[in-house]
């Protein structure tokens, strides 16, 4: 019996689902394994020229690539431009040990409700109907179930596909790592995944594990009181494999994560003062992408981690590091409601009042810490309340002038 096509499950959707048929050709059949590798074939058989253009994002000239009414264009072209006419003739003439293929796929883009059964499915076509049903779990709140699953679908793909195994297990971490499942360390998921991939060619993929891995160790670090050194090493890795164009929303995610782990570093010797340095310059990088309009989360967590580290930074420019500070504080102010985060906006207003006390603007920095401290008593933020009272002291020590003795 003839070999059935397989899939690609290694690569991001769409191109994960297209089927690939080498026939009696080795070379294409040697292209697929390397694909199955995660690497790129050099050069590109003539008749994977679709799966070359969708994974470069060019859908439209991948489908032109299957113009066929054979079955495997047909639904390749299904996988590339799913519709809701196409689903049923397809589902009836497609053979059975390929139906999981369609049905997971007519469930990812909307066109079904629910996942489909395993239902004997094997290997790739095993996987996705695997994490299929580990999406759906995961919409449902059951990250615990979500999770096993994708280390079922792991365990189908591995034998065909070690950079399938690597992009399953990094997906369970990843659930883990947000939704936290008893006895499931994500950080042991998503390293097995860096490892399985270490030599792939989609860097891309690449870079996401590392950063993933990269914010799991930084979280735990940080509630050890830990310096995030590892989590460094990984966010660096993360910045040696894509750039501001290849993968701008986390090329600056990554360097939030950098500039916030740098500032956190401990301050030993004189040379350590650099950090800081590195941090404003991630941090600056950062606010390239990220937008009041674009990113509003990222964009208010990236000013204040710049305006704090400028209030801190040694320098022979200081109140010209204040003033910038100042500024890009009262940017996240105007967008800080205190009806919606009233301990965010006082805590925003601590450090611009204290910002505008280092430089001298005295009226203007109690005027700011008084609503400051008012919203933290009505929240009941006792710790809030003492560090404002601590400012409003020094600044009345500062602003009173001295006794002169007789």
């Not at 699953?149 to 792991?154: E, F, K, Q, R, S």
């Not at 883990?176 to 994500?186: F, I, L, R, S, T």
Request: hydrophobic share 50%; net charge negative; aromatic share 4%.
């Amino acid at each position: 019996m003839p070999e059935r096509p397989h899939a690609l499950v290694c690569l991001p959707s769409p191109t994960g689902y297209l089927l690939i048929d080498p026939g009696d050709d080795p070379v294409v059949a040697a292209a697929r394994d390397l694909l199955w590798q995660g690497k790129l074939p050099d050069p590109w058989p003539a008749s994977l020229e679709g799966v070359r253009l969708a994974l470069e994002g060019d859908l439209a000239g991948a489908i032109a690539c299957y113009p066929g009414s054979d079955l495997l264009d047909r639904v390749n072209r299904f996988v590339l431009a799913p519709t809701p006419e196409d689903l049923p003739g397809l589902r009836a003439d497609v053979p059975s040990a390929l139906r999981g293929l369609i049905d997971a796929l007519a469930f990812e883009v909307g066109l079904a409700d629910s996942p489909p059964p395993l239902d004997g499915a094997t290997a790739d076509v095993a996987a996705l109907v695997l994490a299929a049903q580990a999406s759906h779990a995961v919409d449902a709140g059951n990250a615990n179930q979500a999770v096993g699953l994708l280390h079922d679908a792991a365990a189908h793909a591995a034998p065909m596909s070690p950079a399938a195994e690597a992009i399953l297990l990094g997906t369970a971490g990843m659930v883990a790592a947000a939704h936290p499942v008893a006895g499931v360390d994500p950080a042991l998921d998503l390293q097995r995944a860096v490892d399985l991939l270490a030599r792939a060619d989609l860097t891309v993929s690449r870079a996401e594990l590392h950063f993933q891995l990269g914010s799991v160790l930084h979280e735990r670090a940080a509630a050890l009181d830990l310096p995030p050194q590892d989590a460094i090493h990984h966010y660096h890795c993360t910045l040696q494999l894509i750039d501001r164009v290849t993968a701008p929303e986390l090329w600056a995610a990554v360097h939030l994560n950098l500039g916030t782990a740098y500032l956190v570093m401990p301050m030993v010797q004189a040379t350590d003062q650099l950090r800081v340095g590195i941090a404003t310059q991630s941090l600056r990088s950062a606010l390239e992408v990220f937008t009041a309009e674009s990113h509003p989360q990222q964009w208010a967590s990236t000013q204040i981690n710049l305006a704090n580290a400028l209030v801190y930074m040694p320098s022979t420019h200081r109140a010209d590091n204040l003033v910038e500070a100042v500024g890009l504080y009262e940017q996240v102010v105007d967008h800080r409601d205190a009806a919606v985060d009233p301990v965010g906006r006082a805590r925003l207003l601590s450090n611009l009042g204290n910002a505008l006390a280092h430089l001298g603007v005295f009226d203007d920095a109690k005027a700011r810490l008084m609503e400051a401290r008012y919203l933290f008593e009505v929240e009941n933020d006792l710790d809030g309340v003492m560090t404002v009272r601590s400012i409003l002291d020094e600044i009345s020590r500062e602003s009173v002038p001295a006794t002169v003795a007789p």
